[in-house]
């Protein structure tokens, strides 16, 4: 495995950024950007133990809804 991918969204309604990696039962929150980057690296470190291969690299895709009126 070369890379994983985390869809970042930010929660409008009361703030922060949730994550949640593609493919795997991996997610986590944070009040902040450097809040979502350092919990997401952690909740790597804790999903791959020393007997799975980890990722490389982290790529962070940021999603931001947008709703137009009619």
Known sequence: MTEIIFEITEDEADGGYSASALGYGIHTQGDSLDDIRRNVKEA???????????P?????????????AG
């Open 56 to 68: 490389k690299l982290i790529r962070l895709h940021f999603v931001r809804d947008e709703v137009l």
């Open 44 to 54: 790597v470190d804790c999903y791959f133990d020393e007997s799975m291969p980890r």
